[in-house]
Nanobody
Framework: VQLVESGGGLVQAGGSLRLSCAAS????????IAWFRQAPGQEREGISV????????AYADSVKDRFITSIDRAKKTVFLQMNNLRPVDTGRYYC??????????????????????????WGQGTQVTVSS
């Protein structure tokens, strides 16, 4: 099983990046795919999550209205469109998958606070650097 992130890079404040999380070798249905980020010296922060079954999403307040997560089920790929980037968005971005049979957005939000060890799969991450 693999999750592979891509799309990171260096961007100026106010710019945009689109991250991808490609999944392979596992049954993609009934998973919640979350994006986390971690800045040096900081704890890992859950920022978005999408349910693979129907594309229902939830976001952390820190990225709401700037970031959008989406899914291409045929390609088993989850995307994170990041707009209006800020220097505080700098960090390593990871995607993670959690088997999830729950309901809509209210049940997805707590996933952002789950301990990393609770997730079934993790990618290696991609670095995002936002310059001021």
């Amino acid at each position: 099983v693999q999750l592979v992130e891509s799309g990171g890079g260096l961007v100026q404040a106010g710019g945009s990046l689109r991250l991808s999380c490609a999944a392979s070798e596992f049954y993609f249905e009934n998973y919640a795919i979350a994006w986390f980020r971690q800045a040096p010296g900081q704890e890992r922060e859950g920022i978005s999550v999408i349910r693979s079954t129907d594309g229902t999403t939830a976001y952390a307040d820190s990225v709401k209205d700037r970031f959008i997560t989406s899914i291409d089920r045929a390609k088993k790929t989850v995307f994170l469109q990041m707009n209006n980037l800020r220097p505080v968005d700098t960090g390593r971005y990871y995607c993670a998958a959690l088997l999830f049979l729950g309901g809509g957005t209210p049940s997805l939000i707590p996933i952002l606070s789950r301990h990393p060890a609770e997730f079934d799969y993790w990618g290696q991450g991609t670095q995002v650097t936002v310059s001021s």
